[in-house]
């Protein structure tokens, strides 16, 4: 069947025109998107603030978290939600000083994550010796109660993660791609110190034992001009 004259013209116009549509409805989910993520940025400011405002409680959770890790074990725990995680966990190797990976699942879902089984060689090799989360919780000793307790008091000083590593790490929020979090030491840092944890990039010494800390996510800048001193 004979096409219309100037039927392709038509089409190929047609087709521009969805093609405009579409990328304008991209700009403008992106622009949307972009507007909304900035509304919830976390700055500098509020990092202050919110130590300042919860120093005690921010401190009792330090002691807390290293109180329920056991000892040699590095956990670090991100809530994405109150029964939705990022949890990673190392455990020593016997006769060394070295760890190993036990477990690492990112977007866990306590109340219904079933492992993978059989596991992949590539789940195997960079996920950890086990991918049973009701075993790794068994070889910690915490229960469905250790994660309440302890999202509760994450909360509780506006928080939403926290590693034991030295120093322990509390991440108190997202900029960008990246993220906020305070590194606290044990002792107060002395001049050399705080002269070495303040790089006008990804640290910044606040006072007293604490490091304000900004770590990037797989993409974006390293740094955080809030953290650039002035000279």
């Known amino acids: 069947m004979p096409y219309p004259p100037g039927y392709g013209t038509y089409t190929n116009r047609y087709v521009q025109a969805e093609e405009t549509s579409m990328k304008l409805q991209n700009i403008i989910t992106l622009i949307l998107f972009l507007f909304l993520s900035s509304c919830g940025m976390k700055t500098k400011k509020g990092l202050t603030k919110n130590y300042d405002e919860n120093k005690t409680e921010i401190l009792e959770l330090k002691d807390y978290y290293n109180e329920i890790v056991p000892k040699g074990f590095i956990i670090r725990i991100r809530y994405n939600s109150s029964d939705n995680i990022d949890f990673f966990v190392y455990q020593p190797i016997e006769n060394s000083e070295k760890l190993e990976t036990l477990f690492q699942q990112w977007n866990l879902d306590m109340d219904d994550y079933e492992p993978e089984n059989p596991r992949s060689d590539y789940d195997k090799k960079y996920n950890g ?103």
């Open 129 to 231: 010796l086990t991918n049973s989360f009701k075993e790794v919780k068994e070889k910690l000793n915490w229960t469905s109660k250790t994660f309440i307790d302890l999202y509760n008091k994450l909360e509780n000083v506006n928080c939403m993660g926290i590693s034991n590593r030295y120093p322990t790490e509390i991440e108190y929020g997202f900029k960008g791609m990246g993220a906020f979090s305070y590194l606290i030491f044990d002792e107060n840092l002395n001049t050399e110190l705080q002269e070495k944890y303040s790089d006008d990039c990804s640290q910044m010494f606040y006072k007293e034992n604490v490091v304000l800390n900004y770590g990037s996510g797989a993409i974006g800048s390293y740094c955080t001009p809030e953290f650039k001193r002035t000279k």
